[in-house]
């Protein structure tokens, strides 16, 4: 797992090799998210983290407390998923779209729909900077070899391509849109393959992730995320200055 087997490809160059012109066509219906990472990033150097800790720890009126869920260290559990290590823009953008409806799930949606711009960066930065140990192990039966292919080489006989080519070489993200994958909840990384091919999730204006989900066996996802289970957490953002 070197940095050798990060073929730099562009989600748009992955897009034109992987799937026929019909699944390349961006979803008109949704909100221009293609820069909402980088750009929510940005907003939140100017909120201070620690003003939202104890938000995050303990909840506030009708918000539940974050840590209630995801643990006191953002590692999350189960299908819970881990927080901690993720950037903060793609943190704040999931936020946005569980607040907006565009990512389903009912337990997120009430919480984000309850919470300020402010308080979603603050929250965003929050968990960014924050390192902790992974709790995660295999625990879906997948097929690690099978999972550690698809990490470094994909499969272009199903026309996926590797993941470690828009996630990094560690599986540790890239940049504020590309979310790390290391040290994930294997039951989280499987449902949210789930549902990218059911459109319980669908906030990526490119349609890659769904492309790939639906590429993938049901095996296979087993495979990728409980692999991506065995690899060691990602380190916390750096605070900015």
Avoid at 152 to 159: K, L, R
Avoid at 200 to 211: A, F, K, Y
Wanted: aromatic share 8%; net charge negative.
């Amino acid at each position: 797992m070197t940095k050798r087997h990060a073929i730099r490809l562009t989600p748009l160059m992955l897009l034109s090799l992987a799937w026929p012109v019909a699944a390349q066509k961006v979803d008109e219906d949704l909100p221009d998210e293609s820069y909402a990472a980088e750009i929510y990033s940005v907003e939140a150097e100017n909120v201070d983290p620690a003003a939202y800790a104890t938000l995050a720890r303990e909840g506030e009126g009708d918000v539940w407390s974050c840590a209630s869920c995801h643990g006191a260290k953002g590692q999350g559990n189960g299908n819970i998923p881990r927080l901690a290590g993720l950037s903060t823009g793609y943190i704040a953008k999931q936020l946005h779209a569980y607040a907006e409806g565009v990512r389903i799930n009912h337990n997120m949606q009430y919480v984000a729909g309850k919470l300020t711009d402010d308080e979603m960066l603050g929250l965003a930065r929050y968990y960014a900077e924050m390192e902790a140990p992974s709790t995660a192990g295999p625990e879906l039966g997948g097929d690690l070899d099978r999972g550690q292919e698809l990490m470094i080489h994909g499969d272009w006989d199903i026309n996926v391509p590797a993941c470690y080519s828009c996630h990094g070489s560690s599986a540790w993200g890239v940049e504020q849109a590309f979310p790390s994958l290391a040290a994930q909840q294997p039951a989280y990384t499987y449902g949210q393959l789930a549902a990218w091919t059911d459109g319980r999730r669908n906030n990526s204006p490119l349609q890659l992730m769904q492309g790939i989900a639906h590429a993938l066996s049901d095996a296979d996802r087993r495979a990728v995320a409980d692999y991506l289970a065995t690899l060691p957490a990602p380190p916390a953002e750096e605070p900015t200055q």
